[in-house]
C-alpha cells in the first residue's frame, strides 16, 4: 500500500501562486510515476501535470504557468502554481502509478479555490 497526503491547498487572488505537496509513505518502490490531477465542481477529474521516466506532461490549460517536481529521495511531488485564475478552482489530488503489482494510488484531494 502507498499512502499519500497533499497539503498546500487554500484560498488565493486571482494573479496569486499557491505551491502543493504530496508526500508519499509505505511501499514506494516500483512507484514510476507520480502526478496531479484536478476535479471542479460538476466536471470530470483531469490530468494536471504527471512526471514519470524524466518527462513531464502538462494539461495545455497550465502550461507556462504551473510546474512540477520530485524529490524521490523525500517521497515528494510538488505542484508550483502561478499566475492562477478562477478556473484554476477545484480540488487537487496527488496521484502515483506502481509499475508492479501495477496500480494507482490517490490522496484525499486538497482544495484550491481563486478568486477573482
Known amino acids: 500500500q502507498v499512502q499519500l497526503v497533499e497539503s498546500g491547498g487554500g484560498l488565493v487572488q486571482a494573479g496569486g501562486s499557491l505551491r502543493l505537496s504530496c508526500a508519499a509513505s509505505?511501499?514506494?518502490?516500483?512507484?514510476?510515476?507520480r502526478g496531479w490531477y484536478r476535479q471542479a465542481p460538476g466536471k470530470q477529474r483531469e490530468l494536471v501535470a504527471i512526471?514519470?521516466?524524466?518527462?513531464?506532461k502538462y494539461a495545455d490549460s497550465v502550461k507556462g504557468r504551473f510546474t512540477i517536481s520530485r524529490d524521490d529521495a523525500k517521497n515528494t511531488v510538488y505542484l508550483q502554481m502561478n499566475s492562477l485564475n478562477p478556473e484554476d478552482t477545484a480540488v487537487y489530488y496527488c496521484?502515483?502509478?506502481?509499475?508492479?503489482?501495477?496500480?494507482?494510488?490517490w490522496g484525499q484531494g486538497t482544495q484550491v479555490t481563486v478568486s477573482s
Open positions: 496521484y502515483s502509478k506502481r509499475s508492479w503489482p501495477t496500480r494507482d494510488f
Open positions: 509505505g511501499s514506494t518502490f516500483n512507484i514510476n510515476a
Open positions: 512526471s514519470s521516466g524524466g518527462d513531464t
